[in-house]
């Protein structure tokens, strides 16, 4: 079993999972919860910490298990080119697959990727096209950090947590926890019975058709380019951010 960089050092990935299962195993003694709200809110710290200096990004989602053979590879290869190019940071969950392809845009376009990966015992490793990266051993630290310095999401195709973090994002706009950012969402014939089951949730009445215009499904770079350009850059008003000046004496480089 491989290891995998947490803070300093590093640790056993099977015994950071079994750490994690008994965190959520129910009440434990007040020492040892008190214990995890601390490494909680450090994991918390070091993600605000490396990602200030990074914005305005917009965070891909995708599947790890997909190689760069895939078809999908070179679809998300080319989105994460075009937005670096409208200036904005590419953010993945930093692992490899449909994540690496976006990262591996934005680098081959001069734009800056980052990754924040997430300890697991397979599939989830950093890959080499990241200017910035920090894995966490949480998903909810993890999932807080891609959608707190986003303004668009894009969802390639993908698995259990590629759905996930699409509904997170979703659910997340539609209650106004977060502005009404632009999600799009890549492959119509993949995405199929996912867009006909929306359809389906509209007509039981357990979301409103106003919700299904909170995304658009699409195969287009170029018509997704021009949706976050819209309802993204222009909406919002923004503008390649300024470098932001790193203070010394709280040990930021």
Known sequence: MKDAYITKG????FEAKEKEKLFLEGPRSRIKELWSIGR????FLRVFRVLHFVGPCVTVFGSARFTEEHEY?????????????LGFTVMTGGGPGLMEAANRGAKEAGGVSVGCNILLPFEQKPNPYLDHWLTVRYFFVRKVAL????????????????LDELFEALTLIQ?????????????????????EL????????????EDLELLLITDSVSEAMDYIVKYSIEKFGLRRRKQIKKLWFLGEK
């Open 10 to 13: 590093k640790v056993n990935q």
């Open 40 to 43: 909680i809110s450090w994991e």
């Open 73 to 85: 590879y070179e679809l998300t290869r080319k989105v994460g080119f075009h937005l670096a190019e």
């Open 147 to 162: 959608v707190k310095y986003s303004y668009a999401f894009v969802v390639m195709p993908g698995g259990f947590g590629t």
């Open 175 to 195: 209650t106004r926890k977060i502005m009404n950012f632009p999600v799009v969402v890549f492959g119509k014939d993949y995405w199929y019975h996912l867009s």
């Open 198 to 209: 929306l359809k389906d949730m509209v007509r039981a009445k357990s979301i409103s058709e």
